[in-house]
């Protein structure tokens, strides 16, 4: 119903800034929950930042160093700044358009649709 490809991803040095692009295709809706997800090699997937509407939430590993944003109900983005080594990883793209009170924005079993990734590699 909902398809998502991220772009966007590449090798940066440590300090340095790169923007993640999600493009959905399908049945999308203003009101759907946007997020973003990594995982490292031998690591869990773990949350780093959803937009509803207007609200947005980080991880605080990259809180007041990555923005996520929407231009419209069709593409989200991630910009990252101040990129460290341990910001290393696949970069998921995830939806889920049916969201109340008691949805966990942080949670990988919330999202139905998801993105088939985006490396990210930073260098020391």
């Known amino acids: 119903q909902v398809q998502l490809v991220e772009s966007g991803g590449g090798l940066v040095q440590a300090g340095g800034s790169l923007r993640l692009s999600c493009a959905a295709s399908g049945r999308t809706f203003s009101s759907s929950t946007m997020a973003w997800f990594r995982q490292a090699p031998g690591k869990e997937r773990e949350f780093v930042a959803a937009?509803?509407?207007?609200?947005t939430n980080y991880a605080d590993s990259v809180k007041g160093r990555f923005t996520i944003s929407r231009d419209n109900i069709r593409i989200t983005y991630l910009q990252m700044n101040s990129l460290k080594p341990e910001d290393t990883a696949i970069y998921y793209c995830?939806?889920?358009?049916?969201?109340?009170?008691?949805?966990?924005?942080?949670?990988?079993?919330?999202?139905?649709?998801w993105g088939q990734g985006t490396q990210v590699t930073v260098s020391s």
């Open positions: 937009i509803w509407l207007s609200t």
């Open positions: 995830a939806a889920e358009s049916r969201t109340t009170f008691a949805f966990n924005y942080r949670g990988r079993n919330e999202y139905t649709y």
